[in-house]
Structures are given as C-alpha cells and as structure tokens.
C-alpha cells in the first residue's frame, strides 16, 4: 500500500452577522463549563510566515487575541476548506468572529444518516457496456463518509484486483479490535474522526458508547458497510437476508476501490466538525469520488455559507472529485428535498423490479398486499385474534410505543400499529413484549402506499394506508376478528417499476428554486448490501440475529448507487470532470418504467414530476455516451453565488479563494445547469425569462450536428423557444451556446397553483440530450 501522508484537517465557520443565532439549540451539544464547538473559516493567505504551518498559527497567542489559553483545537482543514474547529466559550467565539482574518464562525450541529438487483436493473450487463469499457472502476477509488465499515465482509475482498493506484495517499487507522493488516488493495484506506463529536458530548453524555463500539473505522452501526458496498462492492456469490434476495450481491462499480471515513456514530449521529474533517482528509488521501448519505441536519435548509456538506463538497468538486448526496426521507411533503448546492448530485429513491410480498389474511376471506422480510417461524395459515389499540387505547398505543400496550390486551393476538413516531421494527418489538404474536404495520395518509421491508422480530407485514385501514375497519366491526399473515418469499420482474418512492425527498428546492433537485432518483428501496457484524439486520440492541448481507432502503440507498456510476463514468471517462459526469446521468436518464410507462410517484400513483424525480432514473446504459454535456467550472458557481446576493466575502466562505462579483449582477438561471428552472412571480401576467446555457459535444466524432425540440403536454400555458435551433459542433468548435426564451401567462390564468413542466430534447439521430424544464411562481426562501 502506499505509505501514509499526514491528512491536514480544519474547516469553517459561520458569516460574521449569523454566528450565534445560526443553529437552532436543539440542534446541537454543548461540552463542558458552557463551551460549545464552532467551526472557524479563516483566510488562510493571511498566515505570517513566522509560522511554519496554519495549525501553528491557529493556536498562537497572537491568533487568540493575546489570551494566556490556546485555542483548544480540535480539527484543522487545510484542504477542501481552511480553518479549525475548536471547544470555546460563546463569548470566545463572538470574539474569534471579530478577527481580521477571520471569514464566518458557527456551531457544530448533529446530522444523522439516511437512512443484488440493482445494477442490472441501472442497465448494467456483464462483459458488455460500461462494466466492460471500465474494468469496473478498477482505476477510481470511492471514498465514503459513513459509519465506518466491517472489513472482513467478502464485499471487500481483494482477490484478483491489482495494485493500489499509486496516486492513493491515505492510511489505514488502527483501533481496538482493528489493525492495519484489515486494508488491503480493495479497501484502501480507513479512518475515523471522533474529535467533534467527543467535545460537542462530554458535558451531557450520550456520545460514543464504548461497550458497543471502537474508537476506530469499524462499523457498528451497519450503515456504512451497506453504503460503501453497494457502490463498489465485490461480486459474492450465494448472499441473502436470510434467504431474502439470493444471488450474486455486487456493488455498482465492483472493482473500484474504497476508502471509508467514520464521521458517524451509532446512536449520535453525525457533527458537522467531524465530516468536515473527513471531506478534507478524502481529498487529500487522494479519492475520486465522495459519497455521503448524510441528511441535512435540523430539516431546515441552510445557506451555502452555512452548510458544511455544502462547504466541504465544494472543496471536492473543486478539485475534481465528484460527490454524490441523498435527497434526505422526508418525502413526499413538498420541498423536503436536503442537500442543495448546485456543485453536489443530490439523489433521490425509487423502487426497483423485486419485492418481497406478503398476504394479510382476514377472517372473513378478504386477502391484502403488504411487504415483509421476516424470516423466522411462519404462522402456517393458523388464525388468530386481531386487535387495534387505537380503538380503545390512545395515541400512544395505537402507535405501539413503548410500554403502551397492555398484555392483557394484546396476548395471543396479531396487532395493528400505526407508523409513525418510532422505528417500525421497534414497535414489533413492542408487540412482542406484551406478549403478541405478529404485527401489522399501516401507513397513515401521509405515507400512502409506500413500503418497505424490514427483518421483523416477529411475524409482521407492513400495509399501505387504504389497506390498514380496511384492515382497521374490520377489526372494529367484527365480533370476532381474526386474521393470518402469509410470507411469499423474494418476488422478480415487478411492475411498474421503478416508482419514485413516498419517502424520498421532494422539491422544488427552497433555497434557489433556480437549481432543480433532486437531479435524479436511483434504486433506494429494498436493496441487498453487506452488513456489520456487531448488529443484527434491525439494528435493535436485543436483536441477536447476526447475518452478512442486510436489507435497507432511504435515500442512503440510492446515493452510493450514483456514486458507483461515477466511478465507471470516471474510470471510462477521465478527462470528464464532476459536472460532465452528472450532466451525462442527467440528460440521458429514464422517464419510463418497465411497462414503458411515465414513471409514477408511489405517494399518489399518479406520473411524477421533476420535483420528484428530477431529470429521471439512472440509466448506465445510456449515460456512458450521452452526445453532450453541461459542463460547470468554479467560474460559473462563484456567478452563481454572486447571482443569488452573496458578497465576495460570503462567497469565499465557501471557495475558500478570494472572488470578485460582477458590478452587474448575473442572472442565477444562467447557471450551465442540465436542468432549466424558472421560478415567476405569481401576481405578474404574461411573464418571460431567457435562461442561457453552453452544450460541449463528447461524442466519438469530432463533428456532430443537433437539433432542439420541446416537449410539452398540451394545455400548460407556456411559450418556449430555443435559439437556435441547430447547434454545429466541430474538431475547432466543440462547445456551442443556446438560450431558451420561456414565457409564461399570470399562474391563475393557467389552472391555480403548481409547476409547469417541459423537456429541451437535442437530438443528432444517435443521443437524445434531455433537460427538463420547470416553471413555478415560488421566490426562494
């Protein structure tokens, strides 16, 4: 393996006029004596050069103000972002805002994860395509900010990989029950970072729990090891959950390499400080892709300047390395969608053609679909009593949360819990300690019909919301109830799929409504990935089952399925930088599903929308020659930034390089985006907005001839025209430029409230090049 370099770590910190009011209290953990962290952004150019590096610097008497105390350090970034992170006092931290090289400051927050078939549901296929033109990722190696990983699972076996890329600059960290000799030329490099989140906990506890989990990059969550192996795990042959799922379980990029940085930890989460620290380190240790599940905090959407995932991934991408990012689980409420930035790829979920069915069987002969991955004792078709403690009972217990079901009750019975309020696989547990025999799990209206499996305790199937409540109903009326639940096993070639899932995160985006996200969805629903060994497949503490492969789904999911894509586009493509590589998954993804249908929304049923899915579901198949790309340099972003008011003080916050805006303002729609939204505003009539965008021809040929057309349904109300219309590209000219004139009548001219949508299709007979197009009377937040 390559020998170590030391990872220079530090990182940001809140604009001078949001510090302390930034973060919502509940939202982060204070250290001892009253001592918070906060992340410090400072201007690393202004270093004297008495000091033989920043860290000196930072912790000099001259950086603190004179104070006999050194700043307490806890990390130094010096590469996607420059700056520290230290425990201080709120006065100290108002007085660090004041100093003259000192670019923001802000507290720590706690962020949480999000939480087989896949690939060649993506249009993969062995010896043929992008597997083949790639050599699987062999070249690329996938960083992944998680929960650490278990290194002995056989998804990250080295068997038959070459050597470790010789620009790989990482190490391997030791730890308790985990020595160096665990890397190897699969898993590259391993680290953790606990130094966040040891001072945000030290006053109150509830940090790392030693008796379950090491200092060190081993998972014991699971989380990590189920991210990093879909994205680039080996192929293992004879995997299930339990004889859920059988077959070869592969990441997407099967020979790419991993390196796992632990930001994460079980049961507390994630501190801001901590993933900053890893961003910086990734970069530095050498990765060429970053994939991060990580949600978006408090559920409130951050300003740029404010958001370390958006900070620290614009470091990346500005060095080349492409970063993907979950779309967050707070779908399908509108505008739930997290992780925003324009530079990041922001990935929603969506379901894929495998199931795992099974049958509530009533008393009275009526049969009801539901999902299930319980694999334990069947109940042979017996019948038995059916209860529902919200007839009766209250809130609480028709929630089944702890200590709400009276066994009395419920003893010998199948019970109905609404979900909601606690983990699903919990509320089983819940039954089951009163003394129940299985459980029926009902979505309430705001889940809809979506579902997914989970390795219940007990017997349990999971409903939709019509079918609970019919279910409900009957157990109210009858005066007897009974009922059976029937598990059918792993179900292939479901249709229609995919569906975008209820879960995934929504748009439009509410902090620049002029960035469409998500940018695309990938299977995140019921997807078969390695799991740790130090937690059995529900993550409960009592769950004492232990098995190799577990069954999830989030937007965690489907991140790592991007991430993987890139590593193949990369590995295929690497001249191709992070916004070529999205633009590619973008414009050449899915609208269709397998009954080549409009893709649905499970929420609903009905077609979904570019909010729900962005530009479409990945499509591999496509996405390796996709004609014509849209590409982004940090030029273009810091126009962006400058574009939706910030200062240059403001914006390089975020670059981390000094910026100069326009005197005239640059229009954010202009953004060389593979989407074009355009938000009006509602009172005007008759509104128009001209959106520019530059297309770079990365065909096999140098000259290439492309034609516009617009697709629209009838009846949106909406005007548009490309200029032009035919784009020439040659050896000499390979990049053109085009603007697309939208014009729009007064909202409640064209049927109340909603979006309008369109697609721009380029075609030259070979590539169909789509962009969505999305019109909406919304301002940003």
Request: hydrophobic residues 40%.
């Amino acid at each position: 393996m390559a020998s170590p370099s030391p990872c220079l770590l530090l990182i940001l910190i809140v604009t001078l006029m949001a510090a302390a009011e930034a973060v919502e209290t509940e939202t982060t953990a204070s250290g001892p004596a009253g001592k918070k962290t906060y992340i410090v952004r400072v201007d690393h150019l202004a270093k004297p050069s008495v000091f033989p590096t920043h860290a000196h610097w930072y912790g000099s008497a001259s950086f603190s103000g004179g104070s006999a105390d050194p700043l307490p350090l806890l990390h130094v970034y010096d590469t996607v972002f420059h700056g520290f992170s230290a425990s201080v006092t709120q006065d100290r931290a108002a007085a660090l805002a004041t100093h003259a090289n000192v670019l923001a400051v802000f507290e720590d927050r706690v962020r949480r994860p999000d939480t087989t078939r896949s690939p060649q549901f993506l249009g993969l296929r062995n010896q043929v395509g992008l597997w083949s033109d790639s050599d699987y990722g062999s070249d690329v190696i996938v960083g992944v900010l998680d929960t650490g990983v278990w290194p002995e699972r056989r998804s990250f076996s080295d068997r038959n990989l070459g050597p470790v890329p010789s620009r790989w600059r990482g190490t391997c960290e030791t730890g308790p029950g985990f020595p160096a000799s665990l890397c190897n030329r699969k898993l590259v490099g391993a680290r953790f970072f606990s130094k966040g989140h040891d001072a945000a906990f030290a006053a109150g506890g509830g940090g790392i729990n030693e008796t379950v989990e090491s200092r060190s990059p081993r998972d014991a969550d699971g989380h990590g090891t189920h991210t990093a192996s879909t994205a680039a795990g080996r192929h293992v042959f004879q995997a299930s959950m339990s004889g859920y799922a059988e077959g070869i379980a592969k990441g997407v990029a099967p020979k790419a390499r991993v390196a796992t940085y632990k930001v994460c930890w079980k049961g507390s989460g994630c501190l801001d400080s901590d993933i900053l620290a890893g961003f910086d380190c990734a970069v530095a240790d050498g990765v060429d892709v970053i994939s991060v599940s990580i949600g978006g905090g408090d559920g409130m959407a951050s300003p740029y300047y404010l958001d370390p995932i958006a900070i620290g991934s614009y470091g990346a991408v500005s060095r080349g390395v492409f970063v993907a990012s979950s779309a967050g689980n707070d779908g399908p409420t509108s505008m739930s969608v997290t992780n925003l930035s324009p530079w990041l790829t922001t990935v929603g979920a969506g379901t894929i053609d495998r199931n795992f069915p099974a049958d509530v069987v009533l008393g009275d002969g009526r049969r009801l679909s539901g999902v299930s991955l319980y694999s334990g004792k069947p109940l042979a078709g017996t019948m038995y009593p059916l209860d529902y403690p919200g007839r009766s009972s209250g809130l609480s217990a028709s929630l089944c949360m702890d200590n709400s079901l009276d066994p009395k009750l419920v003893a010998g019975k199948i019970v109905i819990c609404d979900r909601g309020s606690s983990p699903r696989v919990a509320k089983g547990l819940v039954v089951k300690d009163a003394g129940g025999v299985g459980m029926i799990l009902a979505n309430g209206a705001s889940s809809g019909e979506g579902l997914v499996g989970d390795a219940h305790v007990l017997p349990a199937c999971a409903v939709g919301s019509a079918e609970g409540e019919t279910i409900k109903a009957y157990a109210t009326s009858a005066a007897s109830p009974t009922v059976t639940i029937q598990f059918k096993g792993t179900i292939l070639g479901v249709r229609p799929a995919p569906v975008v899932a209820s879960f995934s995160g929504r748009g439009p985006n509410g902090l620049t409504p002029a960035v469409l996200k998500p940018d695309l969805i990938a299977p995140g629903v019921n997807i078969l990935a390695a799991w740790t060994g130090s937690s059995g497949p529900t993550g409960l503490e009592s769950d004492g089952r232990r098995t190799e492969f577990n069954i999830l789904s989030g937007t965690s999911m489907a991140c790592p399925h991007v991430s993987g894509a890139a590593a193949l586009l990369k590995s295929a493509h690497p001249d191709w930088s992070p916004a070529a590589v999205r633009s590619a998954m973008m414009t050449t993804a899915s609208l269709d599903d397998n009954l080549r249908r409009s893709v649905t929304d499970e929420s609903t049923g009905r077609p979904a929308t570019p909010f729900d899915f962005g530009a479409g579901h990945l499509n591999l198949d496509r996405a390796m020659d996709p004609g014509l790309v849209y590409d982004l340099s940090d030029q273009d972003y810091v126009a962006f930034l400058c574009a939706i008011g910030y200062d240059a003080k403001t914006v390089q916050v975020i670059t981390h390089a000094p910026a100069a805006c326009p005197a005239r303002r640059p229009a954010m729609e202009d953004l060389n985006y593979p989407s074009i939204s355009v938000a009006f505003n509602g009172a005007e009539s008759n509104q128009s907005r001209r959106v520019r965008r530059t297309a770079t021809n990365v065909g096999a040929g140098a000259g290439a001839v492309y034609q516009a057309r617009v697709e629209m349904a009838a009846g949106q109300g909406l005007s548009i025209a490309i200029k032009p219309r035919k784009l020439v590209f040659t050896a000499g000219a390979r990049r053109q430029s085009f603007a697309v004139t939208v014009t729009a009548a007064a909202e409640a001219a064209i049927g109340g409230a909603g979006a309008r949508y369109a697609y721009l299709v380029w075609s030259d007979g070979e590539h169909e090049v789509r962009s969505a197009i999305v019109v909406s009377w919304m301002q940003p937040l």
